[in-house]
């Protein structure tokens, strides 16, 4: 006769094998966290890069204004500083990164930096406002790359609610931080071409410029998008409107570079969203039918002007900015 495992003997490889589970679980996970990105070349790190050249600057202008422009890759690509700061006679900074650090992490970022009398202005794309299943303007994948491997300090930045929003995107960072070290993956990962998307893509003003000279590349319009709008982004942006006035920094919105066709498609979200912020007296200082451009000055998105583009969006951007930088000179 199978002489049976007492119930104590079960239940105890049971807790060994659940403890064994366990540990091999958050061993992955710390790993994960520990080891170093094998590229440091991604336009992520350019971050870094850009807060150094704030600090240079501020250092350099320690009591004249400096402009800084906030947003995701339509502010990257799609402005000329120096054309801007020659107009304003301020110097301007593009600290842009990419969108899918959200709107949240890039104000944040801006309130830790601007000094009293600095002028930030924010041009997010409009994703940010929109109700997704993954809501943009909390941080996607590449805040949570940003802070454990690329600007650490960024982890102070992150409101409490952002948290459990931004590790559900953990088993992709793991995915992506451990596949880099796999044997097969590891030449072809390191000697991808990352096109105009690389660290040193900006000038000294901090605005990309590898994609002016090239040549367009096809993509598609955004498509019309069916969600409201996300009323938390809102009473963000009119608490962070407050934090900017009683630290004496000049807070102003735009809206982004778009393209003619995506914005067709969501005219009628993008109104909603302008009429929204206009009642809550947030200070928007544009509307966003002077920011749509043609389909033929963008580069490889509806957010990425082209040369052409670029320039004329920056001479909108000074015009809209030039009266109301000239009073807080």
Known sequence: MEKKDHPYHSIKKFAIRITIYLLSFFA???????????????????????M????????????????????????????????????????CMNTAVHGGLG??????????????NDIVVLMPEYENFWNFNNEMADGQAELLHTIIDVYPSGKKLIESDQWHHILTYLP????????????????????????VYVRHNFNDHGDAIMHLDKQPVPFLAMPTIGAGLNSAVINFLKDKNIEFNRKGIHFYILFPAYQQTSYNNNKKAITELYDVLLK???????????????DSLFYDTYYHLNKKGREIRSIFVQQDLNDRVAKNK
């Open 52 to 91: 150094w050249m704030v600090d240079s600057v501020q250092q350099l202008n320690p009591d004249k204004p400096i402009v800084y422009w906030i947003g995701g890759s339509n502010v990257n690509f799609g402005l000329d500083s120096k054309l801007i700061s020659d107009s304003l006679r301020l110097t």
């Open 280 to 294: 809550e007296k947030l200070p928007v200082y544009s509307t966003p039918e002077r920011y749509v451009f043609p």
């Open 172 to 195: 992709r960072y793991l995915h992506d931080k451990y596949i880099q070290y796999f044997p097969t993956n590891y030449w072809k990962r390191n000697k991808k071409d990352l096109g």
């Open 103 to 116: 709107l949240k992490f890039e104000v944040n970022n801006a309130l830790r930096f601007a000094r009293k």
């Open 28 to 50: 992955i996970i710390g790993i994960g966290f520990l080891l170093p990105p094998t590229s440091t070349n991604n336009i992520l790190f350019s971050l870094c890069d850009k």
